[in-house]
Nanobody
Framework: QVQLVESGGGLVQAGDSLTLSCIAS????????MGWFRQYPGKEREFVAT????????YYSDSVKGRFTISRDNAKNTLYLQMSSLKPEDTAVYYC??????????????????WGQGTQVTVSS
């Protein structure tokens, strides 16, 4: 199991930038992909971006492509999400997660095994 702790959320204005971090501890050797998801009140968690832990291959949702950048520092066991040109509709709780399931749908919430506690991002208009 991998323990995940997110940080970096906060209140910003539309157009601002913000970077989220997620530190992983425990046995990360089997990590296949590590991703970010977000959840609006009363809604299901949705895919934002993910990155191959060894390969570095990235995937983004259409709603954030070109504005958000996912990256990782394997030596520090840390995942990042650089968010720019933030919009009020980006307001949500952001979660990081890891999956060890090779070949699974890496955009699906159900594929991910371990989750952080979430960090709130609020974008005012």
């Amino acid at each position: 199991q991998v323990q995940l702790v997110e940080s970096g959320g906060g209140l910003v204005q539309a157009g601002d930038s913000l970077t989220l971090s997620c530190i992983a501890s425990g046995d990360t050797s089997g990590t296949y992909y590590m991703g970010w998801f977000r959840q609006y009140p009363g809604k299901e968690r949705e895919f934002v971006a993910t990155i191959g832990w060894k390969s570095g291959t990235t995937y983004y949702s259409d709603s954030v492509k070109g504005r958000f950048t996912i990256s990782r520092d394997n030596a520090k066991n840390t995942l990042y999400l650089q968010m720019s040109s933030l919009k009020p509709e980006d307001t949500a709780v952001y979660y990081c997660a890891v999956t060890r399931r090779f070949g699974s749908n890496i955009r699906s919430v159900n594929t991910y095994d371990d989750w952080g506690q979430g960090t709130q991002v609020t974008v005012s208009s």
